[in-house]
Antibody, heavy 120, light 110 residues
Framework: EVQLVESGGGPVKPGESLRLSCAAS????????MTWVRQAPGKGLEWVSS????????YYADSLKGRFTVSRDNAKNSLFLQMNSLRAEDTAIYYC?????????????WGQGTLVTVSS | QTVVTQEPSFSVSPGGTVTLTCGLK?????????PSWYQQTPGQAPRTLIY???TRSSGVPDRFSGSILGNKAALTITGAQADDESDYYC??????????FGGGTKLTVL
């Protein structure tokens, strides 16, 4: 059974940093690209970033470039999202999701999400 | 500015059929946008229903189907059930590794 467990969320002040983690199990992590999606309170889904299976190719939503960095450790079946210079509008549930392939493709399995709250 | 468009809300009677659509503010959706569809109930993580236009994700009943209708991607629910009442999101591939969600459709079954 595929399991994706996000962690690292919590309250932070504007301008601070946070690193989210996603622990994956139940599938061959190194064979699948991974995606981060976020959802602000009461709002819709927003694609944040995707990383290829090897970590070679990384893509970000235009609105986030320069502040967020995604990485992965295939030896530890883990995905990460480093978020810097956080703003109030980054407040959201952040979901980690597995995709169907090794490069760029849609998600199939989702974690339960971790809440990030940015407030002074 | 919403680039990917969806109906904000829709209603369907139990047992009825409903088609939700996913379009572009400018241009037409085709299979090259690899449309996918997601269902989300309040307080829950999204669930993948359809990917690459019309492939059902594992465990998704065949009353959910995807297609291209005219210049939009479409999700059709046949024989709607009470627990289909959810938010539905489409996602399109915009090229260069970038994906984009639509604003979502709130489906009411009544």
């Amino acid at each position: 059974e595929v399991q994706l467990v996000e962690s690292g969320g919590g309250p932070v002040k504007p301008g601070e940093s946070l690193r989210l983690s996603c622990a994956a199990s139940g599938f061959t992590f190194s064979s699948h690209s991974m995606t981060w999606v976020r959802q602000a309170p009461g709002k819709g889904l927003e694609w944040v970033s995707s990383i290829s299976s090897s970590g070679t190719y990384i893509y970000y939503a235009d609105s986030l470039k320069g502040r967020f960095t995604v990485s992965r450790d295939n030896a530890k079946n883990s995905l990460f999202l480093q978020m810097n210079s956080l703003r109030a509008e980054d407040t959201a549930i952040y979901y980690c999701a597995k995709t169907y392939c090794s490069t760029t493709c849609p998600t199939d399995q989702w974690g339960q999400g971790t809440l990030v709250t940015v407030s002074s | 500015q919403t680039v990917v468009t969806q109906e904000p809300s829709f209603s369907v009677s139990p047992g009825g059929t409903v088609t939700l659509t996913c379009g572009l503010k400018s241009g037409s959706v085709s299979t090259t946008y690899y449309p996918s569809w997601y269902q989300q109930t309040p307080g829950q993580a999204p669930r993948t229903l359809i990917y690459t236009t019309n492939t059902r994700s594992s465990g998704v009943p065949d009353r959910f189907s995807g297609s291209i209708l005219g210049n939009k991607a479409a999700l059709t629910i046949t024989g709607a059930q009470a627990d289909d009442e959810s938010d539905y999101y489409c996602m399109l591939y915009m090229g260069s590794g970038i994906w984009m969600f639509g604003g979502g459709t709130k489906l009411t079954v009544l």
